[in-house]
């Protein structure tokens, strides 16, 4: 099992970017997959979740803002965030929990995670 998460890099104060988190040794078809970030300073948040009927979560702090979509030929989970902020700075990484069988949204507690991408919003 791996997530891979990609894309991250530095953008101006309501720029945009677009995460993928490649995705392999299990179907999103039975375990739901969230994007989390962590902070300096703050607690982890999960700001967005697609399960496994493509039903979508999102944290309030994501709403309007962020759209998480599947491509499962690709088993690739992509994460838009638009109009980017200085408080979105953070690791984002993608996870499951492989303990829970058909998972929903949100993950919460995860099993597997990946490696995660620095999101740096600064002008």
């Known amino acids: 099992v791996q997530l891979q998460a990609s894309g991250g890099g530095l953008v101006q104060p309501g720029g945009s970017l677009r995460l993928s988190c490649a995705y392999s040794g299990f179907s999103l078809e039975h375990y739901a997959i969230g994007w989390f970030r962590q902070a300096p300073g703050k607690e982890r948040e999960e700001v967005s979740c697609i399960d496994t009927n493509g039903n979508t979560y999102y944290a309030d702090s994501a709403k309007g803002r962020f759209t998480i979509s599947s491509d499962n030929a690709k088993n690739t989970v992509r994460l838009q965030m638009s109009s980017l902020k200085p408080d979105d700075t953070a690791l984002y990484f993608c996870?499951?929990?492989?303990?829970?069988?058909?998972?929903?949204?949100?993950?919460?507690?995860?099993?597997?995670w990946g490696q995660g991408t620095l999101v740096t919003v600064s002008s």
């Open positions: 996870a499951t929990n492989l303990f829970v069988y058909g998972s929903g949204c949100p993950v919460g507690d995860f099993s597997q």
